[in-house]
């Protein structure tokens, strides 16, 4: 099914060639954990910009306790604070509710831009049960940032496994944007302890 957005679709400008890398998520809310697995992102593998892409809700989670998407981009804003890190709803837009209609949405649209989905690796030990994963992984390549209590265990969770063959080295993490799907490398380096679900006990967190 090809999406179309019912309004504009406000994305980022782009341009041919250019290295993007979309990090998807609820931000929920953002914090400066997102920020360092940009940052990261953005040096390891020679990135010219990074698309914090705010989506309307995870299918995987509760959607109890998920503020309005318009105070989590705001929030978003005011975290990335780069000026290589956009913050996008265009989900929210197009009604898309899994990241790989997301994902073909944008290659379509953008066939020329080499795009690379960005997820920590507490993502990638649970990617197996993301509807299509195995087409996300066809449509582009795909950075694993480490977190804290992940370093051994994502690499060896199932959608790893049967990704492995298509894993490039560490030393070679550069590249990755400019190879052909599959293909995927697992970044480590200092990791963020902060999570989403700590900072929402925080009364005044959206204000």
């Known amino acids: 099914m090809r999406l179309e957005a019912s309004g504009p679709a406000h994305l980022p400008p782009v341009s041919p060639g250019l290295r993007i ?36 809700g995870n299918p ?7 503020a309005a998407i318009n105070r989590r981009v705001e ?24 990241t790989r209609q997301s994902l073909r ?11 690379v989905w960005i997820m920590g690796a507490d993502s990638l030990a649970t990617f197996h049960r993301w509807q299509g994963y195995s087409e996300i992984a066809a449509l582009m390549p795909l950075a694993i940032v480490d977190r804290p209590g992940f370093t051994l265990t994502a690499p060896a969770a199932r959608a ?4 492995a063959r298509w894993r490039i080295a560490e030393s070679e993490a550069a ?7 599959p293909a995927w490398v697992f970044l480590h ?14 009364p005044d967190v959206f204000a």
């Open 105 to 115: 949405f944008l290659t379509q649209r953008n066939p020329a831009v080499r795009f």
């Open 75 to 98: 929030r978003a804003q005011r975290v990335a604070d780069h000026p290589r890190i956009r913050v996008t709803d265009f989900e929210w837009q197009i009604g898309a509710r899994y």
């Open 60 to 66: 995987l989670k509760d959607r109890g306790d998920l």
């Open 189 to 202: 380096g200092p990791r963020s302890t902060l999570s989403s679900t700590a900072l929402r006990a925080a």
């Open 160 to 163: 790893a496994r049967v990704l």
């Open 175 to 181: 590249s990755l944007p400019d190879r052909a799907a």
């Open 21 to 56: 890398g979309l990090y998807g998520g609820s931000f929920n809310p953002a914090h400066l954990g997102h920020r360092h697995v940009s940052l990261v992102a953005l040096k390891r593998l020679r990135l010219d910009a990074i698309w914090w892409m705010v989506t309307p």
